[in-house]
């Protein structure tokens, strides 16, 4: 990815209102600088003002946005970040008050998104969550965009550009609907055909910047973008994960959650995530470094549930012990692990007990298998989870021992060979 040479400089402005807890402002705030960083801008200041609440036409007072302007000149600052979504009208009485760009907590992580995203519908999915943020927000400037002007053939109502612009906006985001439509049903049909070939799923999921891509890339020997930043990755990605037993499984990557994530955003991306309903195990991945863990892991509880994945095995695997929270306390009602993804002996120990989970959700077997049948004796290395595998000299079979999915169509072969 090309960096871009010149980092914008930010400043950030929050609004702390007395229904907020200050711990939990602190951390967002927090989150919006690592997102300004991720999105390439240098934050030099924050402003925080403390109000009943959030001021219907400026977001802060009126005396707090004339500070923030003699703040913005002085520092030379080219954008200003609000750490929640503004109203369009909000939004154009900053513009009009200060010399700066102005843009909010979703249009900052909408930014993110579009940096992000690889796949055809990643990108489309971020185009479509952009129009829908812009098109109210296009109100009110009529009157400037008009395309009436002096001279023949412009007199008459004409049609404003502002009305022009949003049949536009409206039409494409039409044509988005569509085409990620079809894209859908082509994944539909691509994951009827996996689940067809039954292989094992495994998703990763987690709080943005848990360590997601750093683990999958581990566990699978990929090359996912891995770096100490948030929103690394937006796309679903899957790759083999072979288990310490031979067992052959796919682990798919996706994007991270994120807490407060405004709802323009849940329905573009939710797509992005209903790879999460098709695995058999969720690794949920919790950064036990940061402070805000426990928040951070609800809030994942909390998006996991509204997919409706609650029968889904999980194990929580608890990153970064190297770096732990002094603080930190488990709280996981699942399985759980503690790990450093760099760290390859904890890697090793997390795929032994992924392979527990698996095996409890197999049957056993127990079968003779005939020399003869190569095919299906290496089939049981890979799509099964083999314990014993003896010769016999005299009845020229193999003695195999170990465990299977029921629904898998191995085990219907194994029938045959079964005592």
Same mark, same amino acid.
């Given at each position: 990815?090309?960096?871009?040479?010149?980092?914008?400089?930010?400043?950030?402005?929050?609004? !702390?209102?007395?229904?907020?807890?200050?711990?939990?402002?602190?951390y967002s705030m927090e989150e919006l600088g690592a997102l300004t960083e991720t999105a390439q801008g240098e934050v030099l200041a924050s402003v925080i003002q403390k109000r009943d609440?959030?001021?219907?036409?400026?977001?802060?007072?009126?005396?707090?946005?004339?500070?923030? &302007?003699?703040?913005?000149?002085?520092?030379?600052?080219?954008?200003?970040?609000?750490?929640?979504?503004?109203?369009?009208?909000?939004?154009?009485?900053?513009?009009?008050?200060? &010399?700066?760009?102005?843009?909010?907590?979703?249009?900052?992580?909408?930014?993110?998104?579009?940096?992000?995203?690889?796949?055809?519908?990643?990108?489309?999915?971020?185009?479509?969550?952009?129009?829908?943020?812009?098109?109210?927000?296009?109100?009110?400037?009529?009157?400037?965009?008009?395309?009436?002007?002096?001279?023949?053939?412009?007199?008459?109502?004409?049609?404003?550009?502002?009305?022009?612009?949003?049949? !536009?906006?409206?039409?494409?985001?039409?044509?988005?609907?569509?085409?990620?439509?079809?894209?859908?049903?082509?994944?539909?049909?691509?994951?009827?055909?996996?689940?067809?070939?039954?292989?094992?799923?495994?998703?990763?999921?987690?709080?943005? &910047?848990?360590?997601?891509?750093?683990?999958?890339?581990?566990?699978?020997?990929?090359?996912?973008?891995?770096?100490?930043?948030?929103?690394?990755?937006?796309?679903?990605?899957?790759?083999?994960?072979?288990?310490?037993?031979?067992?052959?499984?796919?682990?798919?990557?996706?994007?991270?959650?994120?807490?407060?994530?405004?709802?323009?955003?849940?329905?573009?991306?939710?797509?992005?995530?209903?790879?999460?309903?098709?695995?058999?195990?969720?690794? %949920?991945?919790?950064?036990?470094?940061?402070?805000?863990?426990? %928040? %951070?892991?609800?809030?994942?509880?909390?998006?996991?549930?509204?997919?409706?994945?609650?029968?889904?095995?999980?194990?929580?695997?608890?990153?970064?012990?190297?770096?732990? !929270?002094?603080?930190?306390?488990?709280?996981?009602?699942?399985?759980?692990?503690?790990?450093?993804?760099?760290?390859?002996?904890?890697?090793?120990?997390?795929?032994?007990?992924?392979?527990?989970?698996?095996?409890?959700?197999?049957?056993?077997?127990?079968?003779?298998?005939?020399?003869?049948?190569?095919?299906?004796?290496?089939?049981?290395? &890979?799509?099964?989870?083999?314990?014993?595998?003896?010769?016999?000299?005299?009845?020229?079979?193999?003695?195999?021992?170990?465990?299977?999915?029921?629904?898998?169509?191995?085990?219907?072969?194994?029938?045959?060979?079964?005592?």
């Amino acid at each position: 990815m090309n960096q871009k040479e010149t980092h914008e400089k930010a400043i950030l402005v929050g609004c !702390h209102t007395n229904a907020e807890d200050e711990l939990r402002f602190d951390y967002s705030m927090e989150e919006l600088g690592a997102l300004t960083e991720t999105a390439q801008g240098e934050v030099l200041a924050s402003v925080i003002q403390k109000r009943d609440r959030v001021h219907p036409a400026t977001y802060i007072g009126k005396g707090k946005v004339e500070e923030l &302007n003699v703040l913005v000149d002085e520092l030379e600052a080219d954008i200003v970040i609000f750490n929640d979504e503004l109203s369009p009208s909000q939004k154009r009485n900053l513009s009009a008050a200060i &010399n700066a760009r102005i843009i909010d907590r979703t249009q900052l992580i909408l930014d993110i998104f579009a940096q992000r995203a690889r796949s055809k519908e990643g990108k489309l999915q971020v185009e479509l969550a952009q129009l829908q943020y812009i098109l109210p927000r296009l109100a009110g400037q009529g009157t400037a965009l008009s395309r009436l002007g002096a001279g023949i053939g412009t007199r008459g109502p004409g049609e404003t550009k502002l009305e022009s612009d949003r049949r !536009h906006i409206r039409r494409r985001i039409d044509d988005i609907k569509s085409q990620l439509s079809v894209i859908v049903q082509h994944r539909e049909r691509y994951r009827e055909r996996r689940k067809k070939n039954k292989a094992f799923q495994v998703a990763i999921v987690g709080y943005t &910047n848990a360590g997601k891509s750093t683990l999958f890339n581990r566990l699978s020997e990929a090359e996912s973008y891995e770096e100490n930043q948030l929103f690394a990755t937006l796309d679903p990605m899957t790759r083999k994960l072979i288990l310490p037993s031979g067992f052959m499984s796919l682990i798919t990557d996706t994007v991270g959650f994120i807490q407060d994530l405004p709802t323009t955003l849940i329905a573009a991306f939710r797509s992005t995530l209903e790879e999460v309903r098709e695995a058999d195990l969720l690794l %949920h991945v919790v950064d036990m470094s940061n402070p805000d863990y426990y %928040h %951070h892991e609800k809030t994942v509880k909390k998006l996991l549930d509204d997919l409706e994945v609650k029968e889904i095995p999980q194990i929580t695997v608890y990153n970064k012990k190297d770096i732990q !929270h002094p603080d930190f306390v488990p709280t996981a009602e699942t399985e759980s692990v503690f790990i450093s993804a760099f760290d390859e002996g904890d890697r090793h120990a997390l795929k032994e007990k992924m392979e527990k989970v698996v095996m409890a959700m197999m049957k056993r077997y127990d079968v003779e298998v005939p020399s003869t049948e190569g095919k299906l004796l290496s089939q049981l290395k &890979n799509e099964t989870i083999l314990r014993e595998l003896l010769f016999d000299e005299e009845g020229q079979f193999y003695r195999c021992k170990g465990y299977t999915l029921e629904d898998h169509q191995i085990t219907g072969q194994l029938q045959k060979f079964s005592e």
